[in-house]
């Protein structure tokens, strides 16, 4: 058997701006090449925590107590600064949550597209230039000539999101991480930039973890999702199997509140409060804290 792209055992972390709160709670995970993996729940779970454990960003606040984070049999809990600026951007890219703050305001488009294609890959400014005129193709940018001469206030929301996701594939990395990248977006372009997420990595290979709230977004766009509460994985499995037959009390009452994931537009109904206080004594934790 191959060993999986990524595996991540009994990881524990502590936010020490919440007083030594815990935030990740013995999570283990393991990621397929080329699949795409939501990681789902509510604010505070944890998701985002686990999305920069993997890119290597972790704040000073957060410490890593326990586990490892094993990419290829490399455990990057554990690389020197060096080894990780090798396998960031290159191997393991991320797709960020708002397009508007991820470029450099005072740069065009083709520099910021092809920084990675010269330094990383060694290519010419020339090849490294027609990389992303089929980059921008790819990403069913139009007018590629003219994006690339822009800087980015000249472009909209959704065209800077693009060049964001244009971005991320341009060193055929690996994994891609994808943190809430359509929550900035209406309901059409989110549906679009769905598609073209999964499109680019179906047409790659490339494994993602998509964070999201959403499981009308689980639904439309991964194989499989991991569900967390509190920093703990409470469900996990094939998409169809969590959405048609969920195990947890939480995850049962999550897919009959929605929205409703085959009408992403419904509107939300509150998981019970009976819901959450099982939650907590599972989990273990006091009524009052979170
Ligand atoms: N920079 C930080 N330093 C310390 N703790 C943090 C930091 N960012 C988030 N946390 C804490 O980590 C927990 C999980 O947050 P996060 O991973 O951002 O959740 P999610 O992405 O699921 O909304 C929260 O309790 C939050 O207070
Ligand atoms: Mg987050």
Sequence with gaps: MTSPLLSIAGLSAVSDRDGGALILRDVSLTLERGEVRGLVGESGAGKS???KALLGILPRSVRITTGSILFENR?????SARELRGIMGSEISLIPQ??????NPGRRIEAQLTDGLRLKR???SRDARQRALKLLDEVHIHNPERVLRAYPHE????MRQRILIAAAFALEPKLVVADEPTTALDVTVQK???RLIRGLQEAHGTAVIFV???LGVVAQICDSVTLLYAGKVIEEGRTSDVLAHPQHIYTKSLVAAGPRYDRPDAGLTPVPQAVFDQLRREIGIAKESR
Excluded: E, F, V, W
């Design 192 to 194: 679009q930039i769905l």
């Design 122 to 124: 060694g290519m010419s």
């Design 75 to 79: 455990g990057l809990l554990t690389l």
């Design 212 to 214: 999201t709230h959403d």
């Design 98 to 103: 708002d397009p508007q703050t991820a470029l």
């Design 49 to 51: 925590t686990i999305a």
């Design 155 to 158: 472009l909209s929301g959704g």
